[in-house]
């Protein structure tokens, strides 16, 4: 019986998926991996909460151990083993022993890759400090979680508004830490769009966190082997007693590289749809390696737990038997908590389709997780992004508190199969009032994007300049004198069709109400009354009062 020998290099998800895989595959095959850290298989995405101390047991963060391997896989771990070279030409690879410096070759059938991706240190991070940080691994974690239980830093800095970032500043935030957050693009979490960034931004401002957006780390400054602060290019410096430093990851490749393996356009390890790389006894997956993107449909670098562990899979499973089921492309699918708030994206922004050339446009569904009616419904902030010709949903961002999760993974599902704003609109979704409702936000938001794409109404988005014209504020009273557009006329949705002769049909008219959804009502009814330029605001007052200059809002009734 022919018995192949599978060589892995690196475990934690792709590397530990595609060795079990391999496994339940090919009972004869004789299986190693080769992993430099300490640990084989952790959760990585819990090393926060572990620093947090919600997760007290350390162990419930490793999914698997080297023991676990042998006893239920037959496959043999070297934890502490790098591999740092590849001959394709005699199938082997050499590695080393991280403990003991010690050299050897090892001859592999098939070998797959995935050594995974690094932290990006910037040049003026690169020293050696006791409290400054990145996290990545377990080792990373435990380093952390060890200098504030022993130092119990009053002071902490994360450099980085990024999901990792924003999870450590609570992190630090609940282990006692006056914590700054700083980015170096103008809102905390860029992947989102701005006016979605923002509620979680005002989130973390009422949780005390000192927020600096739009600001450049250029040096920190350090003081008998500690970080004691961080410089700014404005010349600004702040206290430090721990700085964590959380701007990116990028894609081990050194090794695939100077094996001659093909690297693709955004500089990941290129592989095809069965996770082969440039050679056909190699394979990759995981954070090192390129995935379709599902609305783009170009290769790219999307560092998930998810892909890397499906795509591990695959790699896996070609390894040992020369086949397997096509990876599927991937929408970046994300979500990160908050002080109780969540914010989730799936396939791209607003910002990023428009970027990538694409004719897009978005809507907003604002409302509570589950019917009203039901105590204990939470507000979300749905924003959908469209095709307006084709109709495709291009991507979706979300923003509150419960069932977010559920509305993303929704969309998310539609853009894996290529679904349209209909499609959305037709989903025979579950209800229970405490649960969601019979209309759902997805609904909500498909409904309004129908009736964009059909010329129901045209809108402002948040951040786009107010035409000239008329403003119709349709809110209440008591909602008016909270604040509202300068020089606007207060006629409710109430009474609106009664006093029409308060407007100029011949001029435009730009219609705002709390949320978006009177102000579309409104506009229906205005241009079936001769009105023929309406406008409304997208999101309503909810949305842009943030945008909106300070000297252009006024309080108390207007007209």
Not at 308 to 327: E, S, Y
Not at 334 to 347: L, M, N, Q, S
Not at 360 to 366: L, M, W
Not at 446 to 470: R, S
Request: glycine share 10%; charged share 20%; net charge neutral.
């Amino acid at each position: 019986m022919v018995r192949p020998r599978i060589l892995v290099v690196g475990g934690v998800a792709a590397g530990a998926s595609a060795a079990a895989r391999a496994r339940r595959m090919a009972e004869s095959a004789e299986i190693v991996i080769f992993e430099r850290g300490e640990e084989v298989s952790f959760a990585n995405c819990g090393l926060p909460y572990y620093i947090a101390g919600q997760i007290q047991d350390r162990k419930k963060l490793l999914v698997a151990q080297p023991a676990d391997f042998r006893e239920k896989f037959r496959i043999e771990v070297h934890t502490r083993h790098e591999v740092v070279r590849v001959d394709r030409q005699a199938k082997q690879v050499e590695v080393v022993n991280l403990d003991s410096g010690q050299r050897r070759r090892e001859a592999y059938d098939k070998l797959v890759l995935a050594p995974g991706a690094s932290p990006v240190v910037p040049p003026w991070a690169v020293l050696q400090a006791s409290n400054l940080f990145t996290l990545r691994d377990m080792t990373d974690s435990d380093r952390i979680r060890a200098y504030v239980d022993e130092h119990r830093p009053a002071r902490a800095v994360v450099i980085g508004a990024g999901f990792i970032g924003l999870e450590m500043v609570e992190a630090l935030t609940e282990r006692g830490a006056a914590v700054t957050l700083v980015e170096l693009q103008p809102q905390v979490l860029p992947l989102m769009d701005a006016e979605m960034a923002s509620r979680i931004e005002a989130v973390l401002r009422k949780h005390k966190v000192d927020v600096r957006v739009g600001v450049r780390v250029n040096a920190l400054s350090a003081e008998g082997g500690r970080v004691t602060g961080v410089r700014f290019d404005n010349g600004e410096e702040i206290p430090a007693d721990l700085v964590l430093v959380s701007v990116g990851v990028r894609p081990n490749v050194e090794l695939a590289r100077e094996a001659g393996l093909r690297l693709g356009p955004s500089g990941g390890i290129a592989v095809d749809e069965l996770q082969r790389t440039s050679d056909p006894d190699i394979c990759a997956a995981g954070d090192a390696t390129e995935v379709v993107h599902a609305v783009l449909g170009k290769s790219v670098c999307v560092p998930l737990a998810g892909p890397a562990n499906r795509n591990g899979r695959l790699a896996g499973q070609h390894a040992v038997t020369g086949k397997a089921r096509p990876a599927t492309p991937v929408a970046g699918s994300a979500i990160v908590g908050v002080f109780g708030e969540a914010a989730a994206v799936t396939g791209l922004s607003l910002k990023a389709a428009k970027q990538a050339g694409l004719d897009a446009t978005a809507v907003y569904a604002i409302g509570g997780h589950h019917a009203g009616y039901y105590p204990g419904a939470e507000q979300m902030v749905l924003k959908l992004v469209f095709d307006p010709a084709s109709r495709r949903v291009l991507g979706a961002q979300a923003v509150g508190g419960a069932g977010v999760d559920k509305r993303i993974d929704v969309i998310a599902t539609a853009i894996r199969f290529g679904g349209t704003i209909d499609d959305l609109a037709g989903l025979d979704l579950t209800y229970a009032p405490q649960f969601g409702s019979a209309k759902d936000p997805v609904h909500i938001a498909a409904f309004v994007a129908q009736n964009q794409a059909d010329g129901l109404f045209q809108q402002i988005l948040p951040g786009e300049p107010i035409p000239p014209g008329q403003v119709l504020d349709v809110r209440t009273t008591p909602e008016v004198a909270k604040g509202t557009l300068p020089g606007a006329v207060h006629i409710s949705l109430q009474t609106l069709r009664d006093n029409l002769n308060r407007l100029d049909r011949d001029r435009p008219v730009l219609v705002l109400c709390g949320i978006g959804q009177r102000a579309y009502f409104a506009s229906r009814i205005l241009m079936q009354s001769g009105f023929g330029d309406v406008w409304t605001l997208a999101g309503g007052y909810t949305l842009h009062k943030d945008t909106w200059p300070a000297a252009e809002q006024t309080s108390g009734s207007c007209g």
